[in-house]
């Protein structure tokens, strides 16, 4: 009987279509039980899914309905991520399990207030969350999250940091360990051994994702990253301006050689509303986040406005996703994240690291 309802139901599941990633449910039927008509289904999703209740419940409960001998449907929607398949050679890094790395071709196109906002979107949907910011040269994290702590030494380990803590997110930056205005003058090489020092030596607490907020441009840096550190999948973020884009196309490439998967695109400063008058403008252009995603076979995550509270917020070490949590923001912040993390659910597993090393030792 068993065996038969749980066939019965992957079938009508496996017409029910995951809207962040496009998938099947079926996979996602964990256990089910049938007692007095009542079908009792439990679901565990590969991505965060604190918030998604309202979405994706109606759709299990009508196509399970029609089971027989089912008079009504409960559901229990669970998340369980995994870590997920890196590019070869790359070593695992302790308490991490999934690297997503946000880069962008230039400068200024918002970029850091970005990957903070998605960190804090996966951490408001349920998952372990924590931000790393890998530009030593210029780094913005400490203002973004409004932390200004020094770290310390883990207790008896003085080898490793503790990360600080921000709005919920367990975070490091080079910005931490130095005074404000203290230039960074340092050559590439210097600067690759703080970044691989950072992420290696911070004790991050068993963190479903990692996001890393590359510097701009294609690098020393982002070369060591994308070479060095196990990156399940990128994130890249431009403006619809055509010369943006341009420079956007050269960190997209950089990742595919290395074998990173493109998450996808986030077009930011998309529109301009104006908050005197109402009027919408597209000051950058329309549509060429789009069109670079259709252009090169990768998704269009969601786009951004050009808000001056985000700046206002960000400035003000209050990110737009802890600000104003249940504003239209936070909510285009909230899909972008979504649609990130659930297309990575698809990727592969990394099985290596459930395997203990292997020692041959001669007698």
């Not at 090489?189 to 590359?214: C, F, N």
């Amino acid at each position: 009987m068993s065996e038969t309802l749980r066939t019965q139901a992957e079938t009508a599941l496996d017409s029910v279509v995951d809207p962040w990633n496009g998938a099947s449910l079926k996979p996602a039927l964990h256990a089910l039980t049938l007692e007095a008509g009542r079908l009792r289904v439990e679901l565990r999703l590969g991505y965060p899914s604190a918030g998604l209740a309202a979405e994706l419940v109606p759709a299990v409960q009508a196509a399970l309905a029609r089971l027989p001998g089912v008079q009504t449907v409960d559901v229990a929607l669970q998340h369980s991520i995994a870590a997920h398949a890196v590019q070869q050679g790359a070593q695992a890094i302790a308490g991490v399990k999934n690297v997503i790395a946000v880069g962008s071709g230039k400068g200024g196109v918002g970029k850091s207030t970005t990957a903070v906002n998605l960190a804090l979107a996966l951490a408001r949907e349920g998952a372990r969350a924590g931000v790393l910011d890998a530009d030593v040269y210029g780094p913005s994290l400490p203002t973004l999250l409004g932390v200004s702590d020094k770290p310390h030494l883990v207790e008896g380990d003085e080898r490793r940091i503790a990360p600080l803590h921000g709005h919920g997110l367990q975070c490091m930056s080079i910005g931490f360990l130095i005074e404000p205005d203290a230039p960074m003058v340092w050559r590439g090489p210097m600067a690759t051994q703080a970044l691989e020092q950072l992420i290696r030596d911070t004790a991050w607490d068993d963190l479903d994702y990692l996001v890393v907020d590359l510097p701009p441009g294609t690098g020393d840096i982002q070369l060591t990253l994308a070479q060095r550190v196990p990156v399940s999948g990128a994130v890249i973020v431009s403006t619809p301006q055509d010369l943006a884009l341009a420079d956007a196309v050269k960190g997209l490439k950089m990742f595919e050689k290395v074998k990173v998967p493109i998450l996808g695109i986030v077009e930011n400063m998309s529109t301009h509303i104006c908050s005197q008058c109402g009027h919408e403008e597209h000051i950058f252009g329309a549509g060429g986040g789009a069109r670079m995603a259709e252009r090169h076979g990768v998704p269009l995550l969601g786009s951004l406005p050009l808000d001056i509270r985000i700046r206002e917020q960000a400035d003000g070490g209050q990110p737009t996703v802890s600000a104003e949590p249940d504003g239209a923001v936070a909510r285009a912040y909230r899909e972008i994240a979504l649609r990130a993390a659930a297309g990575l659910a698809l990727r592969g597993k990394d099985y290596a690291r459930r395997f203990p090393k292997i020692t041959v030792v001669n007698d």
